[in-house]
């Protein structure tokens, strides 16, 4: 098992212990980002002269590094383990194929309301709206009319 470290910072006192699956793909991606940053890093450093001496940037505003010190509480080193990344990948599956299949649910209830041809043309012609809105709409509202066109006007 391999294990990732990812260092954090955070402008609060308090560090919640409750599994964050977003949170964790978001460290997991903050790592590689500054992963390769720093093997660029190491590579400029062994490609480059040994003789020639680093140059010191030029800073023109110093004073904005000092108060950017201020903003940030503490830092924190945090161990993600794969199990943990690959634990969150599956949560973000589920709650994915859930959401699809509560649509899927939603659109199979609504096919079964029983609407009148007339009434959606009504929608589409005041309306101006396309026949798959109207009839949603109006399935929507049991095929009240009434209701249909108050929302579409809302």
């Not at 859930?98 to 649509?103: I, L, V």
């Not at 101006?128 to 006007?153: C, D, M, P, W």
């Amino acid at each position: 098992m391999k294990i990732v470290h990812v260092t954090t910072t955070t402008t609060t006192s308090k560090v919640s212990s409750k599994f964050d699956p977003d949170l964790h793909v978001c460290l997991l991606f903050r790592f590689l980002v500054k992963s390769k940053r720093s093997m660029a890093d190491e590579y400029d450093e062994n490609t480059g002269n040994d003789d020639q001496k680093p140059q010191k940037k030029v800073a023109k505003h110093d004073s904005g590094a000092a108060d950017l010190e201020k903003v940030t509480d503490y830092v924190e080193e945090k161990e993600i383990s794969s199990q943990d990344i690959i634990g969150a990948m599956s949560l973000i599956g589920d709650k994915h194929s859930k959401e699809t299949a509560e649509k899927a649910a939603r659109q199979k209830e609504l096919a079964k309301v029983i609407i009148k041809k007339e009434d959606v043309e009504l929608i589409m012609h005041e309306m101006e709206i396309s026949r798959n809105l109207a009839e949603l709409k109006l399935r929507e509202h049991h095929g009240n009319i009434v209701e249909a066109l108050t929302e579409l006007t809302n």
